[in-house]
């Protein structure tokens, strides 16, 4: 099915559209609590909102993405238009400020939201398109590559937009319009990067219904697939239940301002940059599975280590050592997703994965805020690192499952 040539120009592409999508999330979703809570005045509960609304609205799309990829002979374009309508949310964030004051906050509540009903298309389709071209041989190795490439660029934007921000009074709107203008124009490239991706003619060929269905239950009949799911679900929950938290302890509470945020960012980027391929070599060697257990114990750190102090050099460093394990996350959980499915079902398993990893993303800040709401910000860190802990056990039964039953390891060098 591979071919030399198609794959390494693939590998490019997907690299340059890559760095496109970084510089928009960088110039845009990164900012939206800064831009919520210092512009319009956003409550911790909208805050929580602008985290798990998206999930929830993605978990519908989900469903219809799944039906409507039953009928699709080219992921490409139909990853390229759902990328399109994502970004164009971006373009009516720029005129959320034109609105009378008492309805700004829920209107760019609900647009963060429903913008994800397009981008949970592109996510599936994006995952399902991408697994096809990209060989299993050549998968640690390239998304390790490609994800220190995003993360330099990451880097910079990052640090630029920060520097721009700190011109402003933090309570200044001009700023943000610019960057949704911005984000929006970056998201076009984006588009144009994605559709140079070389497509097989043998990926084109109608799949068949029943082998798409949503939450098919065959899906859940794959053992391996199952493991891997509730291992997911429950490490998601325990990490997202803190991602409100940390944007509401950074603003309120130590009163960061766009450039802190970005520097928080840019330590979180750096870290990532020098380990990500370490992570991937270490996930050739002893499995994504064994190192995503070590991930979920470094990654319960970070919300205690947070409240230990409200010092903004102080948090930079741990914003830093947490960028140690989130690239291992981010990394490691995609591959494993990819090594549980096989080409023949991929759309559909993934299609179930995101649609409960949706469910997850909705509750999970929600009821971190809660934590907060009811208790303190010290009691719901806790809580999260200690849900974060607990969470790296189902990762070490899942190793020694797919130990057990043979499954085979990635082959570190590339096979065509």
């Known amino acids: 099915m591979y071919n030399e040539h198609e794959v390494l120009r693939n590998e490019k592409y997907s690299i340059k559209n890559g760095i496109a999508q970084t510089v928009v999330l960088n110039i845009s979703n990164n900012y939206f609590t800064l831009f919520a809570i210092g512009v319009l005045g956003a409550t911790n509960y909208q805050v929580g909102l602008i985290n798990s609304l998206p999930q929830f609205i993605g978990m519908f799309a989900m469903v219809v993405c799944s039906f409507l990829m039953n009928g699709i002979k080219e ?65 640690s190795g390239f998304f390790s590559d490609r994800n220190r490439v995003l993360t330099i660029v990451g880097m910079i934007t990052t640090f630029v937009v920060g520097i721009g921000l700190q011109q402003f009074d933090k309570s200044n709107s001009f700023p943000y319009k610019i960057l ?25 060929k109608k799949e068949k219904k029943k082998e798409f269905r949503i939450l098919d239950w065959k899906a859940f009949k794959d053992k391996r697939f199952v493991y891997f799911l509730i291992c997911s679900l429950i490490f998601n929950f325990a990490w997202q239940m803190a991602w409100s938290l940390f944007s509401i302890y950074q603003i309120k509470d130590a009163h960061a301002t766009g450039l802190w945020i970005s520097l928080f960012n840019v330590a979180n980027q750096v870290a990532q940059i020098v380990s990500f391929r370490w992570w991937g070599k270490m996930a050739d060697k002893h499995s994504n599975s064994k190192m995503l257990f070590y991930c979920a114990l470094g990654m319960a750190t970070a919300p205690v280590l947070n409240i230990l102090s409200d010092n903004l050099i102080y948090l930079v460093i741990v914003n830093a050592s947490s960028g140690l394990f989130v690239s291992g996350t981010v990394l490691l959980l995609f591959n494993q997703l990819l090594e549980v499915t096989n080409e023949k079902n991929r759309g559909a398993y993934i299609a179930n994965y995101n649609i409960l990893l949706a469910i997850v993303g909705f509750i999970a800040p929600q009821f971190g805020v809660f934590l907060l709401e009811t208790n303190s910000m010290d009691f719901a860190m806790t809580i999260a690192s200690i849900l974060r802990t607990l969470s790296a056990i189902p990762f070490y039964f899942l190793f020694h499952y797919m130990k057990k039953n043979g499954l085979p390891k990635p082959k570190p060098v590339a096979d065509f």
């Open 75 to 139: 992921k490409k374009r139909f990853t390229g238009y759902s990328i399109l309508f994502t970004r164009l949310f971006l373009l009516l964030m720029f005129f959320v400020l034109y609105i009378p004051s008492e309805y700004r906050n829920w209107a760019f509540v609900i647009l963060v939201g429903l913008m994800n009903f397009p981008g949970s298309f592109a996510n599936l389709s994006w995952q399902s398109f991408i697994g096809d071209l990209i060989p299993d041989s050549r998968r």
């Open 180 to 204: 949704f203008l911005a984000a929006f124009i970056f998201g076009a490239v984006e588009v144009y990067y994605l559709n140079k991706h070389t497509e097989p003619i043998q990926m084109r």
